[in-house]
C-alpha cells in the first residue's frame, strides 16, 4: 500500500544506467536557468517603493536614482560571472570556484551562505507567487500559508523527488509567458503614459528632501532590497555543462540575454511604479495594480497574475535544482552527513530535497508567508557568495595567466570590491531587519561543517586497516565466546533460546533476577528437574530491578572470566501479530539491548519468537 | 545526575522486606478514607443549585426537597456499605465483589466503571480544589489550569511516587480541620440566621412554580449532580484490612460517623446557601460566599478557603490509593498490561500511578479546570459500581447463608435497587451534558480488558512447554548456524566482526552490496589481496538500494539452504561518542535489523563498536 502510494507520487525507481545528461539549446536554457532572476522583478522594484514611500519623508523621488544604481550593479555582475562561466566550463558554483582557489575558510563560508540564500529563494519565491495570486483572488487571503505550504510540498518537494528530467521543458512555457506577459504591461504602459495627458511622471513622485545622513541610509536600504532582484543572475555559469556547443560562448550569450531583460522589465516596472505613483498596499502587488491600471481586471490582467504566479513557484525550483548538488558535493567533502551524497532511487539527491523542503516550510510559517519580511533576510548570502566567487576568480586568472588574464583580473576584482560594498550596505543598512540572523547563522554553519568534517576523519582514522593489520586481526586464535541467556521463567521460547545458544559456544549460563526470593526457588526446582545442560545463575533482586542485576552481572563476569573474548548476551524478542500487542509486554528486552550494547566486548543478539496469534 | 535527581525526588529504593501494613485507629482512618467523601460538600450542594437557578423558571424552592432525597440516599448507600465492609472483611472493592458473586462482564464493568471515575475524581477534586483558591485570590484566575496541573504532577503524583508511607498521618490534619472549619461555619450561620431580623430563609429562596414533567426532569437533573456529594462512601469497605481489631466493627462504626458527618454538612450549606440566596457566580464558589457572608474577609474565611482546597486536593489523593491497586489485580488477572501489576522501586505501583495522573491531566485540559462540566461525567460511574457491588453482596448472602442473611440480602437488594434507579436516573438526565461520553468510554474499556486477556491467554498457550517438549527441543542435534555479515567496505570493524563471526561457527558469508560496478569490483579485488579466509559474495544493486538486496539475499538462503536451523546476520553498530554524531551515520544497520528480526529463524546479532572520539 505505501509502497503504491509511493510509486503512484514518485515513479518507479530508476537504474544507474538511465543517467544522462540533455544538452539544452540557448532559448530553452534561458527558461530553465533565468526563472529565479526574472521573476525577481515581480518584487524587487516594489520593495524599493515600500522602503521610500515612508511616513513623515519625502524621499519618493530617489526612486529612479536607485533603480539605476541598482541597473548598474547588475552590469557588473553580469560581465563578472561571463567570466566565471569562461574559467569554469565544468559548472560548479562559489562552493567549487572558492576551494579550488582560496581554501577552506572562504568555501565553507560560500556554502553556508548560499545553504541561507537557496532557502529563502523558496521561501521568498513561493510566498510572492501566493502574492501574485491572492492580489488577483482576494477571497483566498486567510489561506495564504496553507497555498505557501501546499504548493512546497505538494507541487515542487514531489516534482522534484521525481526527478527534474521529467519536468524540464515543461519550465520553457511559463517563462516566455511571463516575460511576454510583462513586456506587453511595460509596452502598452509606456504608449499609456505618452498618449495621455497626465504628466509621464506626476510631480509627487520626483518630490526628494534634502538628502542628509539618515536619509542616506535609507536609500541604501531601498538598494539593499531591491538588490533581491538579482539572486538566480550566477545560475547560468553554474550550469555550462548543460549547454550545447559551444558551451561557453552559448552560456555567455544567454547571460547577457537574461541580464538585458531583467534589466529592462526591472527599469520598466519602476518606470510605471512611479507613473502612477503607487504606495503600499496590504494583500495587493505593486506588480498587480500597474497591471490593472493598464488592462483594467480583463484577460490580460489575469493573465499576468497568473504567470507571475508560475515563473515565481518555478523560480523556487530553481533552488531545487542548486541546494541538493551543493549538499552531495559537500556530503563528499565530508562537510554535511554522508546520506546527503548519495542518489535516491529516481537518481536525484532526495534527502537534500526534502531537507530544503523543510528549511523553507519553516521560514514561512515564521514570517506567516509575508514576503517583505524574507526579503529583509534576503540577498546577503547571495551576494557574500558573489564576492568569494569574484575573489576565487582574480586567484584563478592570477594563477592561470591566460590569454587577457590581467584585464580579465582587473574586472573579477571590481566585481570582487563592488559586490563585497553591496555585502556591507545589506549588513548594515538590514541589520535590524532581519540581516543579523544571517550573520549569526553562517558562522554557525560554517561550525557545523566543520565539525562534522572533523567527527569523520576521526572515523576515517579509527577504522584505517593499517597493511598487515587485517591479517592480524584474523589470525588471532579462534575467539571464545561465553554466552549469557537471561530468563524470566522456563518456556518454549527459553528452551528455544538455549538450543540456539548452545550453538554458540560450549560456555552458555542462563540467568534469573528474581524478584522474589520463593519464586527464585520455585524456578530452580523446575531446572534441577528439567536439566538442560546448561548452569542456571539466580539473583535475588530485593529492589525488584531487573535490568540493573543482569548489568551487574555482567560486569563482574568481564572482570572475573577475563579469558573469554566475548560476553555474548542472547535476548529473546516476541514478534506480535497485532501492532498494539506491543503495548502489554514490558520493554526490558529492549532496555537490556540498549545498555548492554554500550559496554565494549559484549555482543547482543536478538532471537526473535514469532507469536502465531 | 538523573538518579541524583530521581532520589532526591522520590526517595531511595524500598527492599521487599520493607513492605508493610501500619494498622489505623479510627480517627486516623476516618481522615485517611473520608477526605474524599467530605471535601465533596464543597461543590455538591452548588451542583444542586446551580442546576436550580436556571433564568426563566422558578425552581429555587426545589433546593430543599433535593438536599433531603440525597440525605435519604446517602443513608441507604451507608448502610448498604456497612454490610459489604462485615462480608469482605479481606478489603477489595466492586470489582472483587462482582468478580466473586456475579461473573465476568458485571466484574468488569465495575472495573470500567471506577477506571472513569478514579480519573474523574482527581480531575473533579483538584478543579474544585483550585476553584476554592482562586475565590479567595482573584488574581490566580488566568492560572487556574497551570496550578491545576502543578498540583496534579508536582504534588500529587510525586507524593504517591514516594508512597503513602511517608505521608498517612499528615492526612489527618487538613481533614480534621476542614470539618471543624465547616461545623463552626455552620454553627455560626445557624446563629446568625436565629438572631437576625431577616427570615430565616427568604420567600425567594422558597419560591416553586407547579411541577410539570419539564420541571421534575431538571429536579432529577439536579438531584443527579447532587449525588456527586456520595462519591468516596465506599473508600472505608474498600480499606477494612487497614483498620485496628476488632477490624469489622471498627470499619461500620468509622463509615457511620463519615456518613453523618457528610449528611450534617451537605444539609447546613444547602440550608446556608437557601439562607443567603445564592445565586451563580463566575469565578466563585458558592461555599467562598457563605464563608465571606458569615466571617467577613477574615482570618476565618481565609481558614475555610484553604482547609477546603487541602481536603479537595486530599480527596483527589485517595483515588492514588484506589486505582493503582485495582489496576494492579486487573493486571494480576490478565485484563491489564503486565507491568501495571508489580511494584516499583519504591512498593508502590508506580506505572498506574503515572497513567491516573496523565488521564486526569487530559481530562482537565479538556475541560479547563472547570469542575461544573467535569461534575456532568461524574457520579455515573461511582453509582453503576456501587449497584454491581451491591447485587453482588445479594448473591453474596444467597450462598452463604450466614446469620441474618435474609435481611442482609434485603437491605442490599434495596441498595441494589435504589442505586441501580440512580443510575438510570443520571444516565437519562446527564446524557446530553457529558453521561454519554462515560457510556460511550465503559464498553469500550470493557473490550480493551478482553482484548488484553484473549492476548495473553493466547501467549500462554504457545509458551506452554508440555510434559517432555523442554527435553524434547535440547535433545535436537546440535543446531547449526549460517553466519552472514553485510560488509561496506574491509575496515577495522569488518575484521574485527569476522573474528566474532568466525568464533559462532565454520559458515560465514561476507555479503557486500555494490551500487556502483566499479566499486564492487574494487571491493573484491582487496578481498582477495587479504583473502581473510571468509567467502565474499557481491550483489549489484543498480538500483542503489542497500538494505532490499539483502533481505533478498537472506530469502534466498532461506529456501536454498534449507539444511541450516538458523541464519545469524551480524550487524556492527557504531556507538559514537556525542549524541549528535548519530545524526552523521545513515541508519541503514538499525533498519535492517528491525526489518530481518521479521523473519522467521533469522537471528540478528549486534556487535558494538565503540569509537574513541
Known amino acids: ?26 532559448w530553452q536554457a534561458l527558461a530553465t536557468f533565468s526563472s529565479d532572476a526574472l521573476s525577481s522583478v515581480a518584487y524587487g522594484p516594489e520593495q524599493v517603493m515600500l522602503t521610500l514611500a515612508i511616513p513623515g519623508l519625502i524621499a519618493y523621488g530617489y526612486l529612479g536614482p536607485v533603480a ?128 495621455n495627458s497626465a504628466p509621464v511622471i506626476p510631480p509627487e513622485s520626483l518630490a526628494k528632501q534634502q538628502l542628509d545622513w539618515s536619509l542616506f541610509f535609507l536609500l541604501l536600504r531601498a538598494f539593499a532590497n531591491g538588490c533581491s532582484s538579482m539572486t538566480g543572475v550566477e545560475a547560468i555559469s553554474n550550469g555550462v555543462p ?174 570582487a570590491i563592488i559586490t563585497g560594498i553591496v555585502v556591507l550596505i545589506i549588513a548594515v543598512t538590514k541589520f535590524f531587519y532581519g540581516a543579523w540572523m544571517v550573520m549569526v547563522f553562517i558562522p554557525i554553519v560554517i561550525m557545523i561543517f566543520r565539525a562534522i568534517r572533523s567527527h569523520y576523519n576521526d ?37 528455544e533460546t538455549l538450543r540456539y545458544a548452545r550453538s554458540l559456544s560450549e560456555n552458555v549460563i542462563a540467568l534469573h533476577i528474581a524478584t522474589d526470593e520463593e519464586e527464585g526457588r520455585r524456578i530452580e526446582d523446575k531446572w534441577s528437574t528439567w536439566n538442560p545442560g546448561v548452569e542456571l545463575v539466580t539473583v535475588y533482586s530485593p529492589y525488584r530491578l531487573v535490568v540493573q542485576p543482569v548489568l551487574d552481572f555482567i560486569s563482574e563476569l568481564e572482570i572475573h572470566k577475563c579469558n573469554y573474548d566475548y560476553i555474548t548476551v542472547i535476548i529473546p524478542e516476541f514478534e506480535t501479530k497485532k501492532w498494539w500487542h506491543i503495548l502489554l509486554h514490558n520493554q526490558t528486552g529492549w532496555i537490556l539491548r540498549t545498555l548492554l550494547i554500550l559496554r565494549e566486548n559484549v555482543v547482543v543478539t536478538t532471537i526473535p519468537y514469532h507469536l502465531k496469534k
Not at 509502497?3 to 539544452?24: A, V, W
Not at 566550463?89 to 568555501?107: D, M, R, T
Not at 490593472?292 to 504566479?309: K, S
Not at 592480524?472 to 527459553?494: C, D, E, H, Y
Request: glycine share 8%.
Open 459 to 495: 572515523i576515517a582514522e579509527q577504522l584505517s586497516l593499517s597493511t598487515g593489520s587485517f591479517e592480524k586481526i584474523l589470525a588471532l586464535p579462534r575467539a571464545t565466546n561465553m554466552v549469557v541467556v537471561p530468563i524470566a521463567s522456563p518456556t518454549r521460547v527459553v528452551a
Open 1 to 26: 500500500m505505501m509502497r503504491f502510494i509511493r510509486r503512484f507520487l514518485i515513479g518507479r525507481p530508476l537504474h544507474n544506467q538511465e543517467m544522462g545528461h540533455e544538452k539544452l539549446p540557448k
Open 242 to 415: 548543460m549547454f550545447k556547443e559551444p558551451q561557453v560562448r552559448n552560456a555567455s550569450l544567454t547571460t547577457y540575454w537574461m541580464s538585458a531583460m531583467l534589466g529592462i522589465m526591472f527599469i520598466g516596472i519602476s518606470f510605471l511604479i512611479m507613473h502612477f505613483h503607487l504606495l503600499p498596499l496590504e494583500n495587493v502587488t505593486a506588480l498587480s495594480v500597474v497591471a490593472e491600471n493598464i488592462f483594467g481586471r480583463g484577460f490580460m490582467y489575469y493573465y499576468i497574475q497568473v504567470t507571475t504566479m508560475l515563473v515565481l513557484y518555478l523560480a523556487a525550483n530553481t533552488a531545487y535544482n542548486g541546494l541538493p548538488p551543493l549538499l552531495s558535493i559537500l556530503a563528499k567533502d565530508g562537510y554535511m552527513p554522508r546520506y546527503l551524497g548519495t542518489r535516491g532511487e529516481r537518481l536525484n539527491f532526495s534527502n537534500g530535497i526534502i531537507l530544503l523542503s523543510v528549511f523553507a516550510a519553516l521560514l514561512i510559517l515564521i514570517y506567516q508567508g509575508n514576503t517583505e519580511h524574507l526579503i529583509s533576510l534576503y540577498a546577503i548570502g547571495v551576494f557574500l557568495s558573489f564576492t568569494i566567487a569574484q575573489s576565487g576568480m582574480v586567484v584563478h586568472w592570477l594563477k592561470e595567466k591566460e590569454r587577457w588574464w590581467q584585464a580579465r583580473a582587473v574586472l573579477n576584482g571590481l566585481g
Open 68 to 195: 539605476i544604481a541598482i541597473l548598474i550593479l547588475l552590469a557588473v555582475v553580469t560581465i563578472s560571472y561571463v567570466q566565471v562561466a569562461r574559467a569554469n566550463p565544468g559548472g560548479g558554483g562559489s562552493y567549487s570556484v572558492a576551494i579550488q582557489n582560496l581554501g577552506e575558510l572562504p568555501a565553507l563560508t560560500a556554502a553556508a551562505a548560499l545553504f541561507a540564500d537557496y532557502t529563502l529563494t523558496v521561501a521568498v519565491s513561493v510566498s510572492a507567487g501566493t502574492a501574485a495570486l491572492i492580489s488577483a483572488f482576494p477571497e483566498l487571503i486567510p489561506y495564504e500559508v496553507h497555498i505557501d505550504l501546499c504548493v512546497l510540498f505538494f507541487v515542487l518537494m514531489l516534482v522534484n523527488l521525481r526527478g527534474v528530467k521529467d519536468s524540464s521543458t515543461t519550465f520553457v512555457y511559463p517563462t516566455y509567458a511571463f516575460i511576454l506577459g510583462i513586456i506587453a504591461l511595460i509596452g502598452v504602459g509606456i504608449y499609456h503614459t505618452l498618449t
